[in-house]
C-alpha cells in the first residue's frame, strides 16, 4: 500500500491517557468528573456503545451515571430525567444514546439538555456556536476526525476539502470544523450529481455515508487524505466503511482503516467533552 495508514487506536489511546491525568488533576482539585448515560429501550448496537463508553469513561477515571430504561418510558418523564441531570451537580456530562423510540421525540430531549452539559455537541445552543466560530462542545464524531487529520500532519489551510454526508450528527459539523480551518469544503449528499468527480478534486475526503464502496478506489486523487466515518457490516458480517480501502490506499497519502481508524475516536473525544466541562467546575 502507498498510503500511511493512520492509527486511530493508538491515537484514541493516547487522548485517552491525557484525559485520564486530566480526570487525576480534577480530583485532586476536588471535582470528580461526572458522565450520565441514558439508554432507552433494548436496541443491541445502542445497548454495546453505552455500555463501551461507559467503561471507558470509568477507565479515565470519570463517574459514569447509568440510566437505562424500557422503550415504554414516557417522553414527559425520560424530560423529567433529564432535568434532575441537569441539575445534579455531579453530572459534568449529558449523554442520550439515539436512536430514542418513535414515540419520543429526540429533538425535544437533545434540546432540554443543559448546553453547559451537552457533551455530544448537538443541542441548537452549542450546533450554532460551533457555526458562529465561538465552538463550546463539539460533536465528538466529526472533532475525532480532525485530530486523525492533525496526526498526518494534514495542511488544511487552503485544501480542498469533500464531506459526504449531512448529518447533524456527522457531516455538518465536520464541514465547519474544516471550514474554520480554511478548507474550501464541499459536501456532497444523496442528490449529488457526479460524485467521482467531487471526490476526483478533493485533497481530504471525509466519507459519512453508510453505504460500502461509496468511494471507489480509482476516484482518489492522488496524494488526498481519506478519513472514513462509515460503519457497515459485509454479508460475512465483518465489519467495513464507505471507501474502497485497498485501492484507495494504493492512491492516497494516508488513510483510515475501518475498524481502527475512527471508530476509537469518538468515545475518546467524549471522555475528552466531558473533562472539559468539568473543568469550569474548578473556577
Ligand atoms: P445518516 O444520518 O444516515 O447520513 C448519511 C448521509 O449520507 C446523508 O446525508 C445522505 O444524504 C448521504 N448519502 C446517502 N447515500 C449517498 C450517496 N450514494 N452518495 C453520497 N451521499 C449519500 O448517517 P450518519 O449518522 O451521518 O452516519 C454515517 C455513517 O457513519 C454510518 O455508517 C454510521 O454508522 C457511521 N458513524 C460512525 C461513527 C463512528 O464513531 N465511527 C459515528 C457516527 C456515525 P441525504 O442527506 O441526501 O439523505
Redesign the pocket.
Known sequence: LAAQIIDGKAVAERVRRKVGEDATALRAGGVAPGLAVVLVGEDPASAVYVRNKAKAARECGIEAFDHKHDATISEADLLALVQRLNSDPAVDGILVQLPLPKHINAQKVLESIDPMKDVDGFHPENVGRLASGMPRFVPC?PLGCMTLLAEVETVLTGARALV????N???KPMAQLLLQKDCTVTV?????RD?ADEISRADIVVA????ID?VRGEWVKPGAVVID????RKPDGKLCGDVEFAAAAERARAITPVPGG??PM?IAMLLANTVQSARRRLK
Open positions: 464524531t459526504i454526508g449531512r448529518s450528527i456527522v457531516g456532497a449528499h444523496s442528490r449529488t460524485l459519512a455515508v453508510g453505504k461509496t466515518v462509515g460503519m457497515n475512527v471508530g469518538t
